[in-house]
């Protein structure tokens, strides 16, 4: 019989002490690169959470708590490497440089935040669970085929470790022996089910070696080690050595969605013993372990990242909804003659609606 | 009779099955300790423990499938998807299985389950959270297909759909959960399945619609005279539907209207006018109109608005049956 063990990477402890055995090859600035982007995260995220508030969003996923699991994993990537989403990894999409302004203008429903260059290789948030998973799978064949040295790097939840799509896609990529970097953000809870209740395994990178790749545990609160098992993971990727699994332990600080109340299942203590051990504190406790902390720098930080952010919703919030017949567009290469007559119905109506709002607009005094 | 909305209505239902039969369970995503996303199953996991309302792992296939063995083996499950366009990750077991256990097994086995899905749009919701997938399901021959209007209707036809004895997807349009209230009731009562309801009469124009835009089409007719002699006819059973109450309102109106919010294209108005034109061809003055979303995936949110039918729609289709 096979037996197994399930390793688990930690850098930097609570207190932000490093383990220097295990530290992976960064210097201070790409830390503070890192530091950054986390930053910003959590910043937009406060200033989205916000925004849906006041109505001038729709419903907004939160990261917070999650940062260091979705940057530094995304900061071990290349451009030319794949990231595939689902909904909670805006640290990934910011880090792997999104345009800021789109980003927000795709959480008010308007699928042209997610256009992308020709070099884009971020896909869009998938939200049905798991079922972005095969899709890395196939992008890293295509890699392979290609003869390219590139990897795709897929997120997914907890929970979206019980889909058929999760299992189904690591035996592909671990037969196929792909290029792809299984990521699994272990928040602790999917909606208001725990963990606990989500599989009976003691954890969930265990679920690799019954796939034929490896499996790791990371702290996924800690930025250093998040980065060196993604690297370590995507080095053999490249190399040809196959696809890995990765489970990243964090947490989601913040509710579901803003549809959800947490309150209504889990306990506060719980949360706070989490927020004790948040990522962005855990990174200025390294800092000042180190003595490259200044105040001056955090505050510093606060501001570009407030900046940024600002400027970003002021354009968002001044783009007019997509045009009524965006609904027509996209959807197939080139529009059927079928659907002409459909879209001119649509045309119609929207003409007569301007009018009516011009006309009420000149009555009025 | 207590005034309620529609999500205390189909918690009330289940709430009164539940006492009655000790078979009957609810399993599914945050059914249990968080009452279900939209609270339809709130308090039923204190009321009747975690063995009869089970919070699942996130998985849907499995949800059916195992629903799909519990019923075979004497249970009756109350299967919950979170939403109904998640329901397509566990559409292999409905079609596969839940519709055909009964005749593969010449009457052996059946699998009298019911799928409850908040389904449809109106509510600024995420990408696959607006679906109208009816004409899907009634592509699933040997499964019923059901969706109410109201509070009234919900109630009664959840409490036949889990008397049934056969496999049910309940669609529940979530716009009109919290909209209005009607008296529901207090003891348990059924709606037949498989029966159209006739919501006003008319002799000019036959409408058919159901699920949310059976109030859209209410609304519309607000702004008609009172004398518009229009039949608004609730379909409620999707499938297998009651042809009988449309085609005698037709042969008396003699023109027809049929409003939905799924796609036109071989959406159940495509089959209802269909066997209107099949049975009563000579009674029609005009031809049958259908107003309905567009030929389009559901889009985000922002042009939610743009997609749904509405008022001035309803209105322009009525106009143009009448004025034929
Ligand atoms: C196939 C599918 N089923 C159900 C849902 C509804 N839903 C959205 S998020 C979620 C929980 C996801 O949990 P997890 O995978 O741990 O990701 P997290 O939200 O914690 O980031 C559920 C059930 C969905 N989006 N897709
Ligand atoms: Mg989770």
């Given at each position: 019989?096979?037996?197994?063990e399930v390793?688990?990477?930690?850098?930097?402890?609570t207190?932000?002490?490093?383990?220097?055995?295990?530290?992976?090859d960064?210097?201070?600035?790409?830390?503070?690169?890192?530091?950054?982007?986390?930053?910003l995260?959590?910043?937009?995220?406060?200033?989205?959470?916000?925004?849906?508030?006041?109505?001038?969003?729709g419903?907004?996923?939160?990261?917070?708590?999650?940062?260091?699991?979705?940057?530094?994993?995304?900061?071990?990537?290349?451009?030319?490497?794949?990231?595939?989403?689902?909904?909670?990894?805006?640290?990934?999409y910011?880090?792997?440089?999104?345009?800021?302004?789109?980003?927000?203008?795709?959480?008010?429903?308007?699928?042209?935040?997610?256009?992308?260059?020709?070099?884009?290789?971020?896909?869009?948030?998938?939200?049905?669970?798991?079922?972005?998973?095969?899709?890395?799978?196939?992008?890293?064949?295509?890699e392979?085929?290609?003869?390219?040295?590139?990897v795709?790097?897929?997120?997914?939840?907890?929970?979206?470790?019980?889909?058929?799509?999760?299992?189904?896609?690591l035996?592909?990529?671990?037969?196929?022996?792909?290029?792809?970097?299984?990521?699994?953000?272990?928040?602790?809870?999917?909606?208001?089910?725990?963990?606990?209740?989500?599989?009976?395994?003691?954890?969930?990178?265990?679920?690799?070696?019954?796939?034929?790749?490896?499996?790791?545990?990371?702290?996924?609160?800690?930025?250093?080690a998040?980065?060196?098992?993604?690297?370590?993971?995507?080095?053999?990727?490249?190399?040809?050595?196959?696809?890995?699994?990765?489970?990243?332990?964090?947490?989601?600080?913040?509710?579901?969605?803003?549809?959800?109340?947490?309150?209504?299942?889990?306990?506060?203590?719980?949360?706070?013993?989490?927020?004790?051990?948040?990522?962005?504190a855990?990174?200025?406790?390294?800092?000042?372990e180190?003595?490259?902390?200044?105040?001056?720098?955090?505050?510093?930080?606060?501001?570009?990242?407030?900046?940024?952010?600002?400027?970003?919703?002021?354009?968002?919030?001044?783009?007019?909804?997509?045009?009524?017949?965006?609904?027509?567009?996209n959807?197939?290469?080139?529009?059927?003659?079928?659907?002409?007559?459909?879209?001119?119905?649509?045309?119609?109506?929207?003409?007569?609606?301007?009018?009516?709002?011009?006309?009420k607009?000149?009555?009025?005094? | 009779m207590?005034?309620?909305?529609?999500?205390?209505?189909?918690?009330?239902?289940?709430?009164?099955?539940?006492?009655?039969?000790?078979?009957?369970?609810?399993?599914?995503?945050?059914?249990?300790?968080?009452?279900?996303?939209?609270?339809?199953?709130?308090?039923?996991?204190?009321?009747?423990?975690?063995?009869?309302?089970?919070?699942?792992?996130?998985?849907?296939?499995?949800?059916?499938?195992?629903?799909?063995?519990?019923?075979?083996?004497?249970?009756?499950?109350?299967?919950?998807?979170?939403?109904?366009g998640?329901?397509?990750?566990?559409?292999?077991?409905?079609?596969?299985?839940?519709?055909?256990?009964?005749?593969?097994?010449?009457?052996t086995?059946s699998?009298?389950?019911?799928?409850?899905?908040?389904?449809?749009?109106?509510?600024?919701?995420?990408?696959?959270?607006?679906?109208?997938?009816?004409?899907?399901?009634?592509?699933?021959?040997?499964?019923?297909?059901?969706?109410?209007?109201?509070?009234?209707?919900?109630?009664?036809?959840?409490?036949?759909?889990?008397?049934?004895?056969?496999?049910?997807?309940?669609?529940?349009?979530?716009k009109?959960?919290?909209?209005?209230?009607?008296?529901?009731?207090e003891?348990?009562?059924?709606?037949?399945?498989?029966?159209?309801?006739?919501?006003?009469?008319?002799?000019?124009?036959?409408?058919?619609?159901?699920?949310?835009?059976?109030?859209?089409?209410?609304?519309?007719?607000?702004?008609?005279?009172?004398?518009?002699?229009?039949?608004?006819?609730d379909?409620?059973?999707?499938?297998?539907?009651?042809i009988?109450?449309?085609?005698?309102?037709?042969?008396?109106?003699?023109?027809?209207?049929?409003?939905?919010?799924a796609?036109?294209?071989?959406?159940?108005?495509?089959?209802?006018?269909?066997?209107?034109?099949?049975?009563?061809?000579?009674?029609?003055?005009?031809?049958?109109?259908?107003?309905?979303?567009?030929?389009?995936?559901?889009?985000?949110?922002?042009?939610?608005?743009?997609?749904?039918?509405?008022?001035?729609?309803?209105?322009?289709?009525?106009?143009?049956?009448?004025?034929?």
């Amino acid at each position: 019989m096979q037996r197994f063990e399930v390793e688990y990477v930690q850098v930097l402890d609570t207190e932000g002490h490093v383990d220097t055995a295990q530290m992976p090859d960064l210097n201070d600035d790409q830390i503070k690169q890192i530091y950054h982007v986390m930053r910003l995260t959590r910043e937009m995220d406060r200033r989205l959470f916000k925004l849906q508030r006041q109505g001038k969003i729709g419903t907004f996923v939160e990261a917070r708590g999650e940062e260091a699991s979705e940057v530094a994993s995304a900061y071990a990537l290349r451009p030319a490497d794949w990231m595939v989403p689902s909904f909670r990894e805006s640290g990934a999409y910011l880090m792997r440089g999104a345009d800021r302004v789109k980003f927000i203008q795709s959480w008010k429903g308007d699928t042209r935040g997610f256009i992308g260059d020709e070099h884009c290789r971020d896909l869009p948030v998938s939200i049905p669970i798991a079922s972005q998973i095969p899709h890395a799978v196939g992008l890293a064949w295509a890699e392979k085929i290609k003869g390219k040295k590139n990897v795709a790097l897929v997120y997914f939840g907890d929970g979206a470790t019980s889909e058929g799509d999760f299992h189904e896609a690591l035996n592909f990529a671990g037969v196929l022996k792909l290029p792809v970097i299984f990521f699994c953000q272990n928040n602790q809870w999917a909606i208001s089910t725990p963990r606990s209740k989500q599989t009976a395994s003691a954890t969930i990178a265990q679920k690799a070696i019954a796939y034929g790749m490896p499996g790791i545990q990371v702290d996924g609160n800690d930025a250093l080690a998040v980065y060196k098992v993604t690297r370590e993971a995507i080095g053999r990727a490249r190399d040809g050595g196959g696809p890995t699994l990765i489970e990243s332990l964090t947490y989601r600080l913040g509710d579901h969605t803003t549809s959800d109340d947490a309150s209504r299942y889990r306990s506060e203590e719980e949360v706070q013993s989490w927020q004790a051990k948040e990522p962005i504190a855990r990174l200025e406790h390294y800092f000042r372990e180190k003595g490259t902390w200044t105040d001056d720098y955090g505050t510093w930080v606060g501001h570009e990242v407030a900046k940024e952010v600002d400027e970003a919703i002021e354009k968002a919030m001044a783009i007019p909804p997509p045009p009524p017949e965006n609904l027509f567009n996209n959807v197939y290469a080139k529009i059927p003659p079928v659907l002409v007559e459909e879209k001119a119905e649509l045309e119609k109506e929207w003409k007569a609606i301007k009018a009516e709002r011009e006309a009420k607009k000149e009555g009025a005094p | 009779m207590t005034k309620m909305h529609m999500v205390k209505a189909l918690n009330n239902a289940l709430q009164q099955e539940m006492e009655a039969d000790a078979s009957i369970m609810v399993l599914g995503e945050d059914v249990g300790v968080n009452g279900g996303v939209f609270r339809v199953t709130e308090g039923l996991q204190e009321a009747f423990g975690k063995d009869r309302v089970v919070d699942t792992p996130l998985a849907e296939s499995a949800i059916v499938g195992a629903a799909i063995g519990l019923a075979i083996n004497g249970m009756r499950p109350v299967a919950e998807m979170q939403f109904s366009g998640f329901s397509y990750q566990a559409f292999a077991q409905i079609k596969q299985h839940a519709a055909r256990i009964r005749q593969r097994s010449e009457g052996t086995f059946s699998a009298p389950l019911v799928i409850r899905a908040p389904s449809s749009g109106g509510i600024r919701a995420l990408e696959h959270h607006s679906e109208s997938p009816e004409a899907f399901f009634t592509h699933c021959q040997g499964l019923k297909v059901v969706m109410p209007s109201g509070p009234y209707d919900a109630k009664g036809l959840l409490i036949a759909s889990i008397r049934d004895p056969d496999p049910v997807i309940f669609l529940e349009p979530k716009k009109i959960y919290r909209a209005f209230k009607e008296e529901v009731p207090e003891e348990p009562y059924t709606v037949p399945l498989g029966k159209a309801k006739v919501v006003s009469q008319g002799e000019q124009l036959t409408i058919i619609s159901w699920g949310s835009m059976l109030k859209l089409c209410q609304k519309a007719l607000l702004q008609l005279d009172q004398e518009s002699g229009i039949e608004l006819i609730d379909l409620r059973t999707i499938w297998p539907f009651d042809i009988d109450t449309i085609i005698t309102s037709v042969k008396k109106t003699g023109r027809a209207l049929i409003v939905h919010e799924a796609p036109r294209t071989a959406g159940m108005g495509a089959e209802i006018a269909a066997r209107i034109q099949e049975q009563c061809l000579l009674h029609l003055e005009a031809p049958v109109i259908r107003v309905t979303g567009f030929d389009v995936p559901f889009p985000q949110f922002a042009l939610e608005e743009h997609y749904l039918p509405n008022v001035t729609r309803i209105l322009d289709g009525i106009q143009k049956v009448l004025e034929f």
